[in-house]
């Protein structure tokens, strides 16, 4: 891919033909707001954050949608650009709650605290599952815009909980459309319809019928693209720490982000740098993991049968007692059920272990059934 060189904010900085400017700036770790902007999706250039000025070229293009040139020199910071952000954002905050960017205690406000503010409860800061985690929140933060001028209307819209594993909340919606465009460019679902909404964004199909009554497949990358807490997990909190890690339940090995409180697991994102699955989940890896992995009846150990009853025994005990057992047949008597759950390396060895030193072809594995 051919290499070009341009200046950012007085920087020199290298990008591949093709990618846009906010990519190439991304990639030098040069931040510049984007609400509506995704590298998965197709740009629509909606929300106007991204806006910057290119010497040469008049007006002030949104980065998301101009590839970059040789040569190019751009700017993210001048005064008219942050005017204009200004202006763009106090209309995105003409219909959403803005306690948690005006409110001079947020710094010191947890979010366990009770809020001292005089703002409806659905409007505080602290109810809102995204403080700390929102794109909107970091936008405004680096923007600077503090007070706004325009009014605020609440939108009054009830919270959405009738999917069973994240609510809807369209009171937080700034209409990016990235739901609509991952389960329609991405997933190929279309369970999102723009159309019939008033506020011009999300949601779901006409009627506002719950989403899983379509052909919804309850991935959830609306969820993970929702850059504010419009869209959010039902089971999700804000973590201490982040362990990446890969997800059990199939031998594809999605790689997952686990949030973890103490030793609970309390939330679960995918992990956009893991090759395998580049920030996408199914509905096992995504809504399961956290409840299967802590269930109280998770098999922690392997179990022997004493009479009636299993009971937990050591792996060199349970090893010992089945290769004894192996041990009274030969050949095709023998049998080995293989399971999709385990890695290609695992279903490779236990069909060479079957083979090799079982010395019989009866293989088989559960993903048949
Ligand atoms: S979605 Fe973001 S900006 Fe809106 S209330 Fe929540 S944290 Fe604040
Ligand atoms: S969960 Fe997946 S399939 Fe369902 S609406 Fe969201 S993106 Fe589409
Ligand atoms: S629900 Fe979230 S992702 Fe969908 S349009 Fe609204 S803000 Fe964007
Ligand atoms: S169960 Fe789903 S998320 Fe987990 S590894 Fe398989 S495909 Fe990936
Ligand atoms: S991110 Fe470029 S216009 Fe929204």
């Given amino acids: 891919m051919e290499t070009l060189t341009l200046t950012i904010d007085n920087k020199e900085i290298k990008a591949r033909r093709g990618d846009t400017i906010l990519k190439a700036a991304q990639d030098a770790g040069i931040y510049i707001p984007a609400l509506c902007d995704d590298p998965d999706l197709e740009p629509t250039g909606g929300c106007r954050l991204c806006m910057v000025q290119i010497d040469g070229v008049s007006g002030y293009p949104p980065s998301c949608m101009m590839t970059v040139g040789e040569n190019m020199v751009v700017r993210t910071t001048t005064p008219e650009i942050h005017q204009m952000r200004c202006d763009a954002l106090q209309l995105v905050f003409r219909q959403h709650p803005r306690a948690c960017i005006e409110c001079w205690r947020r710094?010191?406000?947890?979010?366990?605290?009770?809020?001292?503010?005089?703002?409806?409860?659905?409007?505080r800061c602290v109810n809102c599952p995204r403080n700390y985690r929102c794109e909107l929140q970091k936008a405004a933060d680096y923007i600077g815009l503090k007070q706004m001028t325009l009014p605020y209307s609440y939108r009054s819209e009830p919270l959405i909980t009738n999917n069973p594993f994240y609510f809807r909340d369209l009171n937080k919606c700034v209409h990016c459309t990235r739901c609509e465009r991952v389960c329609r460019e991405v997933r190929g679902v279309m369970a999102i319809d723009t159309a019939g909404c008033e506020f011009g964004g999300i949601l779901g199909p006409a009627g506002?019928?719950?989403?899983?009554?379509?052909?919804?497949?309850?991935?959830?990358?609306?969820?993970?693209?929702?850059?504010?807490?419009?869209?959010?997990?039902?089971?999700?909190?804000r973590p201490e720490r982040e362990v990446r890690t890969i997800c059990t339940y199939c031998g594809v090995g999605c790689g997952v982000k686990l949030g973890v409180t103490g030793n609970r697991i309390v939330s679960v994102w995918p992990d956009k740098e893991n090759d395998?699955?580049?920030?996408?989940?199914?509905?096992?890896?995504?809504?399961?993991?956290?409840?299967?992995?802590?269930?109280?009846?998770?098999?922690?150990?392997?179990?022997?049968?004493?009479?009636?009853?299993?009971?937990?025994?050591g792996w060199d005990e349970a090893l010992a007692l089945?290769?004894?057992?192996?041990?009274?047949?030969?050949g095709e008597e023998l049998g080995v059920i293989s399971s999709s759950k385990c890695t290609n390396e695992d279903n490779y060895v236990a069909q060479k272990f079957a083979r090799a030193v079982l010395g019989t072809n009866n293989v088989d594995q559960c993903a048949r059934l």
């Avoid at 710094?107 to 409007?123: A, H, K, M, S, Y």
């Avoid at 609306?222 to 909190?237: F, I, Q, R």
């Avoid at 809504?287 to 299993?310: C, N």
């Avoid at 290769?323 to 047949?329: G, P």
């Fill in 107 to 123: 710094e010191r406000c947890g979010p366990d605290d009770i809020c001292l503010r005089n703002v409806q409860v659905t409007d």
């Fill in 208 to 237: 506002r019928k719950p989403v899983v009554d379509e052909n919804c497949i309850s991935c959830g990358a609306c969820v993970s693209k929702c850059p504010v807490g419009a869209l959010h997990l039902k089971d999700d909190d």
């Fill in 276 to 313: 395998v699955n580049r920030g996408y989940l199914c509905v096992k890896g995504h809504f399961a993991i956290k409840d299967m992995v802590q269930h109280g009846q998770r098999l922690t150990s392997p179990l022997v049968r004493r009479g009636e009853r299993f009971v937990a025994a």
């Fill in 322 to 330: 089945v290769a004894s057992r192996l041990e009274r047949y030969t």
